[in-house]
């Protein structure tokens, strides 16, 4: 993904719809994972800060999907994450 920035319009144009339902199913995971009355209040802590981080990149998916579907001419804007790490 390196190499100019239409390759990576082209990249997330061929892969968002894969991103988005892997970011659900993460979403999905981690939110079972917090519903678990023996996890401990370190890691409970920690899964409820990626599943904002993972809220936020839905977010992301969204509104690109949005725009895309709005516009049917031009390239995808390169999705970056809405602020730092989610892990």
Avoid: C
């Avoid at 920035?5 to 997330?12: G, H, K, L, S």
């Avoid at 690109?64 to 390239?75: K, V």
Wanted: hydrophobic share 40%; glycine share 4%.
């Amino acid at each position: 993904m390196d190499a100019t920035e239409t390759d990576r319009n082209a990249f997330w144009e061929d892969n968002l719809d894969a991103f988005r339902r892997t970011v659900l199913f993460a979403i999905r995971d981690t939110s079972d994972a917090l519903l678990s009355p023996r996890i401990t209040r370190r890691w409970r802590l920690e899964l409820k800060g990626q599943l904002l981080g993972l809220l936020e990149y839905l977010e992301l998916a969204d509104r690109h999907l949005a725009r895309r579907s709005l516009s049917s001419e031009g390239p995808l804007q390169v999705l970056a994450p809405a602020r730092g790490r989610i892990h």
